[in-house]
């Protein structure tokens, strides 16, 4: 009997201890706020805002460093009622997250506004995001790229597919709907598979001419209809650069923006030795080569703007923290140095 009580007291001190958890109640709140247009309307009366200008994140230059400022929403009305707008545009907005003390966090595109006459109100500027999640704080990074990306499916899904009749956003923006055929849109992301192959003893980068000069970066490539993760890496290796994968093995994933709102599955894939000449798809890259430990160990050191040499040719330079590219070659040389 004794065993039974104890067993039902743990499992009943468990429950407890997971509807306290900040995290679950976090998670359901938001939830709520997604389901309930209500209650999000609001939260939004007493939530803070990230501010965008046709897709570029607002920040402020404070000594060194980037920041991302929180607007309240008394900020915004002030800002609204100085450049005559009603109240409405803060349903444009959408959901993005919110605080351990549940303050929701919104994100609203001012693009319809004159972009240098709100710089000069909140004393900042719009910058575009590619630059913006590397020089951020960290924890803001995935904020900005998921904002955007949210904004960017609302700005390109404002019709239905089915009808061609108008949709309609919910109050959060997690959904749109078309009335005309009843149909529910959610936002979704492509996979993409971002892969570091080595031969054991070298990792192989690559570039593409869209790059700044100097960086290379892992392989990628989107997931086709049907293929599983192992598939799409196989393929991709053997596309890009003419190798055949001969074992691989996941690491990590991460929400990237670019070119539109990409999961990104990162992989470990490891080529024979024996049969590593690469045979590069000039179409897709415009270099890819082996990279030794040292090599990799020094670029990791180096900035972009300190790899450009007196002769005009560039060092090179990997892609900094915040990009899981980063991570995979980071992995890579523990690998090789444990």
Excluded at 131 to 156: E, I, N, T
Excluded at 259 to 277: F, K, T, Y
């Amino acid at each position: 009997m004794a065993a039974i009580y104890q067993a039902v007291y743990r499992r009943a001190s468990s429950l407890v201890c997971r509807l306290h958890s900040t995290y679950v109640r976090k998670m359901r709140y938001l939830n709520e706020l997604k389901e309930d247009d209500s209650l999000c309307r609001q939260a939004q009366t007493s939530g803070t805002f990230y501010l965008f200008h046709n897709l570029s994140p607002f920040l402020q230059k404070v000594g060194k460093n980037y920041l991302v400022p929180q607007l309240s929403a008394a900020d915004m009305k002030r800002i609204l009622e100085k450049f005559k707008e009603t109240q409405q545009w803060i349903e444009k907005s959408v959901l993005i997250g919110c605080s351990d003390e549940h303050v929701p966090h919104f994100a609203l595109d001012l693009g319809a506004l004159e972009k240098s006459d709100i710089e000069s109100e909140l004393k900042g500027s719009f910058t575009d995001l590619r630059k913006a999640l590397f020089v951020v704080d960290g924890k803001d990074s995935p904020l900005l790229a998921s904002a955007q990306s949210l904004l960017r499916w609302h700005d390109s899904h404002q019709y239905c597919s089915k009808t061609g009749q108008p949709t309609q956003k919910n109050i959060a923006g997690s959904k749109r709907v078309c009335h005309a055929s009843g149909i529910t849109y959610y936002p979704q992301m492509s996979p993409v598979v971002i892969t570091l192959v080595s031969d054991g003893s070298r990792c192989l980068l690559a570039r593409q001419p869209l790059f700044p000069q100097g960086m290379y970066t892992a392989l990628s490539g989107f997931c086709d209809m049907g293929e599983n993760v192992e598939e799409t890496v196989r393929r991709e290796v053997a596309e890009e650069v003419g190798l055949e994968v001969e074992s691989l093995w996941y690491s990590a994933s991460q929400h990237w923006p670019f070119p539109s709102s990409c999961l990104m599955i990162a992989c470990h894939a490891l080529v024979r030795a024996q049969q590593a000449e690469i045979s590069m798809n000039s179409l897709e890259l415009e270099e890819a080569r082996w990279f030794g430990l040292e090599e990799i160990v020094e670029g990791l050191k180096r900035e972009p703007r300190s790899s450009k040499q007196d002769d005009g040719s560039f060092l090179p330079w990997f892609p900094p923290k915040q990009a899981i590219a980063h991570q995979l070659i980071c992995e890579w040389v523990k690998q090789q140095t444990s």
